[in-house]
């Protein structure tokens, strides 16, 4: 059953107090009052003398009430809006990785993955080649090298906006779980197999990458 609103009776009651009042008050007599007389005719102001600042009073909590209503209200229409963005960036996210494919040619044959295996194919055929010259170079202009850097600083990007967005800690405990969740199981191996083949490269490019593990990879279980 839906509980009533306590305002609700709290204005039912003032209704009827100033009826009972107007009542009280044309009549000719009441315990020896007689309330109607010209003796007693300023008993009308000081009622409302009386009663004004009761009502002001219950009119600022009125207001207060309101106002408060109004301020949860909008943290909640922020939380919600904050964590509809961050879905939005985890789907498209998502698509980004699941879209990551590699071609590899075995004699006559070719063979496409996707998503997982064709990051860690990619990610192999550094570590097989290590030490060769311009690998880097090859990886640094490589479309695929393009592609993981997105989906990488895409990660931070919604990291960053969990941890400045006015969630609750539970929710936030929440999301942030997710996220490393899918580092866990979609980045952390292929990401250190890019950090052992380029562990000796001095270049911006790599140390976005060691940071980028060493950041979540202090989030291990």
Same mark, same amino acid.
């Given at each position: 059953m839906k509980k $009533?609103?306590? %305002?609700?009776?709290?204005? &039912?009651? %003032?209704? $009827? #107090?100033?009826?009972i009042t107007v009542f009280l008050a044309t009549r000719e007599g009441l315990s020896g009052w007689d309330l109607s007389s010209a003796r007693t005719?300023? &008993?009308?102001?000081?009622?409302?003398?009386?009663?004004?600042? %009761? =009502?002001?009073?219950f009119s600022s909590y009125l207001l207060? $009430?309101? =106002?408060t209503a109004q301020q949860e209200g909008n943290k909640y229409q922020q939380a919600k809006g904050d964590s509809d963005i961050i879905f939005i960036l985890l789907s498209q996210l998502d698509k980004e990785y699941d879209s990551f494919s590699l071609v590899q040619k075995t004699g006559n044959f070719e063979k496409e993955? !996707?998503?997982? !295996?064709? #990051?860690?194919?990619?990610?192999i055929i550094f570590i097989d080649h290590k030490g060769e010259p311009d690998l880097f170079k090859t990886f640094k202009i490589s479309s695929e090298t393009v592609k993981i850097m997105y989906m990488i600083r895409s990660i931070d990007l919604i990291r960053a906006r969990i941890q400045h967005s006015k969630f609750e800690t539970k929710t936030e405990s929440m999301l942030s779980r997710q996220l490393d969740v899918y580092y866990q199981t979609k980045f952390k191996f292929p990401i250190s197999i890019l950090v052992d083949s380029f562990e000796n490269i001095l270049d911006p490019l790599i140390d976005e990458l060691k940071k980028f593990q060493r950041d979540n990879d202090r989030l291990d279980y």
């Open positions: $009533m609103d306590p %305002l609700f009776f709290i204005t &039912i009651f %003032l209704v $009827m #107090l100033c009826f005719a300023n &008993i009308g102001s000081a009622i409302g003398g009386i009663t004004a600042p %009761l =009502l002001s009073i207060y $009430m309101a =106002l993955f !996707r998503g997982f !295996r064709a #990051l860690v194919a990619y990610c």
